[in-house]
């Protein structure tokens, strides 16, 4: 069974851009979430959607954004891309929306941004 | 989320000890605790998990023991193998009701297993 995967994998902006990462979710899993990992530091929550809506928002601008397909696949947006948003960009799925018991989140292997 | 440097813990060990690793959480009011793996460009893999319920939970080669009172959780790997070598998090979440699937990471620590 394939994992959750994303794309692209590695990514070269400059500042001021904007890009789009995308997520594909384990097959039957309808819960995404999205995180950020700078180097040297554990991931942090940015989004969690369920059956396409958002279910939970962390602690990022507007600049940063997400949906939720009907196949439930995903996508964070970026806007006005600054240096400090170079960082590993991770996507969890799960069978639902909360945490807990055997609803084990897997991740993917996350797209690696660059802003310069 | 947490402010931390660049330099995380480490703990370097020999082919076949065993290891703790340990983590501090910050929220009391979390009840779901999860270990992670994490591999040089990999994201993380899941290793183990434990309810607030419960003070120790024992997998393939791994227990995780949760002390509440002082908001401390461990993770002790037997017989440890230079497979094991990676970064280890710790990540809490408050289960259940109408909470989400928000998991929250701490520091990191790297093992090193030297052959």
């Known amino acids: 069974d394939a994992g959750v995967t994303q794309s692209p994998t590695h990514l070269i902006k400059t500042r001021g851009q904007q890009v789009t990462l995308r997520c594909s979710p384990i097959?039957?899993?309808?819960?995404v979430s999205w995180y950020q990992q700078v180097l040297g530091q554990g991931p942090q929550f940015i989004f969690q959607?369920?059956?396409?809506?958002?279910?939970g928002r962390g602690n990022f601008p507007d600049r940063f954004s997400a949906r939720q397909f009907p196949n439930y696949s995903s996508e964070l947006n970026v806007n006005a891309l600054l240096l400090g948003d170079s960082a590993l960009y991770l996507c969890?799925?799960?069978?639902?929306?909360?945490?807990?018991?055997?609803?084990?989140?897997?991740f993917g292997p996350g797209t690696r941004l660059t802003v310069l | 989320g947490e402010s931390v440097g660049l330099h995380l813990p480490t703990l370097s060990v020999q082919e076949g000890d065993n290891s703790i690793i340990n983590c501090a959480y910050s929220?009391?009011?979390?009840?779901?605790f999860i270990w992670y793996k994490q591999e040089s460009g990999k994201g993380p893999q899941f290793i183990i998990d434990i309810r607030s319920n419960m003070d120790k939970r024992q997998g393939q080669r791994v227990t995780v023991l949760l002390n509440k009172t002082v908001k401390h959780l461990s993770l002790q790997i037997a017989a440890t193998q230079p497979g094991d070598s990676a970064v280890y998090f710790c990540a809490e979440n408050i289960a259940g009701g109408t909470s989400y699937g928000k998991l929250t990471f701490g520091q990191g620590t790297i093992l090193t297993v030297h052959p």
């Open positions: 097959s039957g899993h309808k819960s």
């Open positions: 969890a799925s799960s069978l639902l929306w909360t945490s807990g018991g055997y609803n084990e989140q897997f």
């Open positions: 959607y369920y059956e396409k809506e958002e279910r």
């Open positions: 929220n009391s009011a979390s009840d779901y």
